[in-house]
């Protein structure tokens, strides 16, 4: 991890997954919360993508902060299976060396699901519960387990002193699912007691609409070897 100041120690992530609700999430926080970029990660075993915009070129995991107790990482590459171990231990190992005391996860899964279940749900570490859940009314996934980049990171917090949290909720096929990625923020509000404008997302998620539907596509070609599955129970 390259960075240019010390991080709070608070740490929000989302990746480029199924319906890339994380990633609209965090990318419409870094926006809301007038955050800016202070670094950027790297792992062996990544390929090669490097995101742009209106000509100008960035990192593809980038690191957001403002000042306060909170950062984020914005994830525009769809993380290969053989990459999750290097991510997680380069993530994990920053974090733990700069103060980080918590992380939370923002993703999306692709689960059959009824109306009734358009809710957040989340899979947290003992210690992120007491600190974060106990008050808040939100219901744990069932029983299950997490593939990829997700579940590296869980596993490692389930190791460390590091607090994770992963919050999720149903995806559907479209992409920026707009909806799903308003159930993470409305979660994040409710369990770091922040006040989001979440009002101008529908227009962010269309604004951003083609650029995050490419990366949906290259999640979908991804070969069965490199795409981690998604597999939590309701």
Same mark, same amino acid.
């Given at each position: 991890?390259h960075?240019?100041?010390?991080?709070p120690?608070?740490?929000?992530?989302?990746?480029?997954?199924?319906?890339?609700?994380?990633?609209?999430?965090?990318?419409?926080?870094?926006?809301?919360?007038?955050?800016?970029?202070?670094g950027?990660?790297?792992?062996?075993?990544?390929?090669?993508?490097?995101?742009?915009?209106?000509?100008?070129?960035?990192h593809?995991?980038?690191?957001?902060?403002?000042?306060?107790?909170?950062?984020?990482?914005?994830?525009?590459?769809?993380?290969p299976?053989?990459a999750?171990?290097?991510?997680?231990?380069?993530?994990m190992?920053w974090?733990?060396g700069?103060?980080?005391?918590?992380?939370?996860? &923002?993703?999306?899964?692709?689960?059959?699901?009824?109306?009734d279940?358009?809710?957040?749900?989340?899979?947290?570490?003992?210690d992120?519960?007491?600190?974060?859940?106990?008050?808040?009314?939100?219901?744990?996934?069932?029983?299950?387990?997490?593939?990829?980049?997700? $579940?590296?990171?869980?596993?490692?917090?389930i190791d460390?002193? &590091?607090?994770?949290?992963l919050?999720?909720?149903?995806v559907?096929?479209?992409?920026?699912?707009?909806?799903?990625?308003?159930?993470?923020?409305?979660?994040?509000?409710?369990?770091?007691d922040?006040?989001?404008?979440?009002?101008?997302?529908?227009?962010?998620?269309?604004?951003?609409?083609?650029?995050?539907?490419?990366?949906?596509?290259?999640?979908e070609?991804?070969? $069965?070897?490199?795409?981690?599955?998604?597999?939590?129970?309701?």
């Open positions: 991890m960075h240019g100041e010390e991080p120690t608070t740490l929000v992530v989302g990746f480029a997954e199924f319906g890339v609700a994380g990633l609209t999430a965090v990318d419409y926080l870094t926006q809301e919360l007038d955050l800016v970029e202070t950027h990660l790297e792992a062996e075993s990544l390929p090669t993508i490097t995101p742009f915009a209106q000509g100008r070129p960035r593809h995991t980038r690191l957001y902060s403002g000042g306060d107790q909170l950062a984020v990482l914005v994830g525009e590459l769809a993380v299976r053989r999750d171990g290097p991510l997680s231990e380069e993530l190992a974090a733990s700069h103060g980080v005391e918590e992380m939370t996860i &923002l993703s999306g899964v692709p689960v059959v699901h009824g109306p279940q358009h809710e957040p749900f989340y899979v947290a570490t003992e992120y519960v007491a600190s974060r859940l106990e008050d808040v009314d939100i219901e744990p996934m069932g029983n299950g387990f997490l593939d990829g980049v997700d $579940a590296a990171l869980m596993q490692r917090g460390s002193d &590091l607090r994770v949290g919050v999720t909720t149903p559907h096929d479209q992409a920026p699912d707009a909806e799903a990625a308003l159930r993470l923020l409305d979660a994040f509000d409710r369990i770091h922040r006040r989001v404008d979440v009002g101008p997302l529908e227009s962010f998620a269309a604004d951003i609409r083609q650029h995050y539907a490419e990366l949906a596509d290259r999640i070609r991804a070969s $069965a070897e490199e795409r981690p599955d998604d597999r939590m129970f309701m």
